[in-house]
């Protein structure tokens, strides 16, 4: 069974700097893009982030280019999310996502149960 | 950015109805959309892709159509377990863009 965790989300102040992480299982790991995919209390999914399955190449939002990272470590079966310049708007519960297979970019499954991020003073 | 527009945003129909949900791109995306179903406090669930292929495990109730710029999606004969949000996702290019979403409640 494929099984996707996040850890990570905690309260930060706004300008802070977070780091999410997912620990992924029951598939081959570095066979996949991985996403994160975030969505606001109350509010709809929005596209975060991607990285291929070799790390090589990466697209972000532009709603957090400049301010989030994206990486993997395909011998740790994981997924990180650095999240610098934090604001408000970023608080979110962060889902990491498994690509669907034979297409790049493509659709996403399965979802992990989420870590919440909250920015707030 | 390629934009996805969902319309109604809200729909409200009863057990046995047969409902259709409609997604707009704002370009051409070829089949490569993916609808979600999302239930309150839960993680969202693909139900088909590519427009039309169901993901294994949904109910044949379910259906999608479209290509291009405009898509749908129809509940044949809508079950209590159903009422849910919907989301349709583009995935033709980065980045990748879902519509705002529609809340189907109970008439």
């Known amino acids: 069974e494929v099984q996707l965790v996040e850890s990570g989300g905690v309260v930060v102040q706004p300008g802070g700097s977070l780091r999410l992480s997912c620990a992924a299982s029951g598939f081959t790991f570095d066979d996949y893009s991985m996403h994160w995919v975030r969505q606001a209390p109350g509010k709809g999914l929005e596209w975060v982030s991607v990285i291929t399955w070799d790390g090589d190449s990466t697209y972000y939002a532009d709603s957090v280019k400049g301010r989030f990272t994206i990486s993997r470590d395909n011998s740790k079966n994981s997924l990180y999310l650095q999240m610098n310049s934090l604001r408000i708007e970023d608080s979110a519960l962060y889902y990491c996502v498994k690509n669907g297979p034979y297409t790049n970019p493509g659709w996403f499954d399965p979802w992990g149960q989420g870590t919440l991020v909250t920015v707030s003073s | 950015d390629i934009q996805m527009t969902q319309s109604p945003s809200t729909l409200s129909a009863s057990v046995g109805d047969r409902v259709t949900i409609t997604c707009r791109a704002s370009?051409?995306?070829?089949?490569?959309l993916a609808w979600y179903q999302q239930k309150p406090g839960k993680v969202p669930k693909v139900l088909m892709y590519k427009a039309s292929t169901l993901q294994s495990g949904v109910p044949s109730r379910f259906s999608g159509s479209g290509s291009g710029t405009e898509f749908t999606l129809t509940i044949s004969s809508l079950q209590p377990d159903d009422f849910a949000t919907y989301y349709c996702q583009q995935y033709d290019s980065y980045p990748s863009t879902f519509g705002q979403g529609t809340k189907l409640e109970i008439k």
């Open positions: 370009q051409r995306i070829s089949s490569w």
